[in-house]
Every structure is written in structure tokens, then in C-alpha cells.
């Protein structure tokens, strides 16, 4: 048994738990120059105490006694399967809102046109003519603010100088030209304008 990296794993472990010495020491019921010889690596706590210990420390005595934890790549491994899961998710989202933008864009099109059609070719006063026009414009200019902000939203944009991959503000999106969603925006890291791509995600 290596002693002294026992000593310094007990240590981390009650910092960790946000214990002194001092107070480790109490809830112990045994003085604090105790607890120093054990994170110097001078004595070892004994049996008896063992397992208390332990228990303060939220480790097992295996944990203990090879002076770190043990599964920690496992532990790793696992959180990193998370990150990557919830990453997979919020790209699955992204692609939904994407295609729910098409849709709207879609829609709202054909709503607008529609309108503008008919008042074109309706039997009816001018009054409702312009009305029908204007109704139809505002559809279409509602529509694709919508629109915008769900492109905002969703995902990154990717500058083609750098790689650099951001989220615009919905202004700097909804005032930049573009095509289809590929947008002439200025990079936030390197400051240069460019013609950036639609990502899906940040990597
Ligand atoms: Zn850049």
C-alpha cells in the first residue's frame, strides 16, 4: 500500500466533500493531528474507523485503500456517452425545426401568392382588391420573419475563412443576403464577411 498517495486521495476526497481537518477530525470523534498523519502519509486510519471514514468521504474502502477511484474511466466513458447523446438529440431537433421552417416558408408562400391571385382576378371593389394585396404581402413578410428566427435558432453557421462556428443574432441573420441558407455575415472570431454555411452542429 502506497501510503502517501493514500494520504493525498484522502485529502482531495474531503476538500471534495468540503471538510477542514479540523471538522473531519470531529465528526470522527479523534483529533485533527490524526487526520494530518493520514494525508501525510505518516500513519494509516485504523480498522476500526475505517469504514466511517469512508462513509464521510463517499468512497469505498477499495477506493480507500489503492488511493483513488476506481472506474474512473468507466465513470468518464459514461458522461462522455451522455454529452454525445444529448448532442445527437439536439441535432435531431435542429433538423426538425429546419424542416418546420421549409414548411412554414412553403406555406406562407403559397398563402401570400394565393391572395395576390385572387385579388387580381376576383370580381370585387378596389377597396378589397388593395386590401387582399396588402393581406397577402404581410403574410408573406410575416412568414419569413418567422421563418428567419427559426433558422436562427437552429443550429450554427459555419465562417468559410476560419471554421469558426456561432450563433447570429436573429437581426444579423434576418438582414444578411442570402442564399437559400448559405449567408453573407461577418465572423464574430476572425471579423471577416464571408458566405457561411448552415451546420447543424457546434463541431
Ligand atoms: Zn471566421
Redesign the pocket.
Known amino acids: 500500500m502506497d501510503q502517501i498517495k493514500i494520504g493525498k486521495f484522502i485529502a482531495a476526497e474531503r476538500k471534495e466533500q468540503g471538510m477542514t481537518q479540523a471538522s473531519l477530525a470531529e465528526k470522527l470523534g479523534i483529533s485533527d493531528r490524526a487526520v494530518s498523519k493520514w494525508e501525510t502519509g505518516k500513519s494509516m486510519p485504523d480498522s476500526g474507523i475505517m469504514l466511517e471514514l469512508c462513509d464521510l468521504l463517499q468512497i469505498n474502502v477499495n477506493e480507500l485503500l489503492s488511493g483513488e477511484r476506481i472506474m474512473k474511466e468507466a465513470y468518464d466513458k459514461k458522461a462522455e456517452d451522455n454529452l454525445l447523446a444529448l448532442s445527437k438529440e439536439l441535432e435531431q431537433q435542429n433538423r426538425l425545426f429546419l424542416r418546420t421552417e421549409y414548411f412554414i416558408g412553403f406555406l406562407g408562400s403559397i398563402v401570400g401568392i394565393v391572395m395576390v391571385f385572387l385579388a387580381a382576378f376576383l370580381e370585387i371593389s378596389t377597396g378589397s382588391r388593395i386590401a387582399l394585396i396588402a393581406g397577402g404581402i404581410l403574410v408573406v413578410f410575416i412568414i419569413s420573419f418567422i421563418a428567419v428566427g427559426i433558422e436562427q435558432k437552429a443550429g450554427y453557421y459555419e465562417?468559410r475563412?476560419?471554421?469558426?462556428r456561432y450563433v447570429p443574432s436573429y437581426w444579423q441573420t434576418n438582414l444578411a443576403p442570402h442564399a437559400g441558407r448559405t449567408r453573407y455575415m461577418r465572423?464574430p472570431?476572425?471579423g471577416?464577411k464571408?458566405w457561411q454555411k448552415k451546420v447543424l452542429t457546434k463541431e
Not at 161 to 164: M, T
Open positions: 465562417c475563412k476560419c471554421h469558426h465572423c472570431e476572425c471577416e464571408s
